[in-house]
């Protein structure tokens, strides 16, 4: 059974750091882009960061040099570091792949975690 499961999110103050990690299970990330998407209450989806299969990493202009994507072939995951935490960063992240891809890599995801809630805040 294809899963995400997505973990390391929580309560943290402006300024300080989280770590949110992606364990994938029934196939082999080594072939696919995961990217990690996020939803604030009463707005869209927002592409956060990508990395293919690889290697190549994007960045929103919104977290480039704030977040680190980085991807673990071995142990089938990937993490986003999240430092320098703003308040507008608040969300519920969202690991995500594609399984069927086609093109270009991180514009279309078809499988999907259950998320995890970053509230920054004082």
């Known amino acids: 059974q294809v899963q995400l499961v997505e973990s390391g999110g929580g309560l943290v103050q402006p300024g300080g750091s989280l770590r949110l990690s992606c364990a994938a299970s029934?196939?082999?990330?080594?072939?696919?882009?995961l990217g990690w998407v996020r939803q604030a209450p009463g707005k869209e989806r927002e592409g956060v960061s990508c990395v293919s299969s690889d290697g190549i990493m994007y960045y929103a202009p919104s977290v480039k040099g704030r977040f680190t994507i980085s991807r673990d072939n071995a142990k089938n995951t990937v993490s986003l570091q999240m430092n320098s935490l703003k308040p507008e960063d608040t969300a519920v992240y969202y690991c995500?792949?594609?399984?069927?891809?086609?093109?270009?890599?991180?514009?279309?995801?078809?499988?999907w975690g259950q998320g995890t809630q970053v509230t920054v805040s004082s």
């Open positions: 029934g196939f082999t990330l080594d072939y696919y882009a």
């Open positions: 995500a792949t594609d399984l069927n891809p086609v093109g270009s890599p991180c514009k279309e995801y078809d499988t």
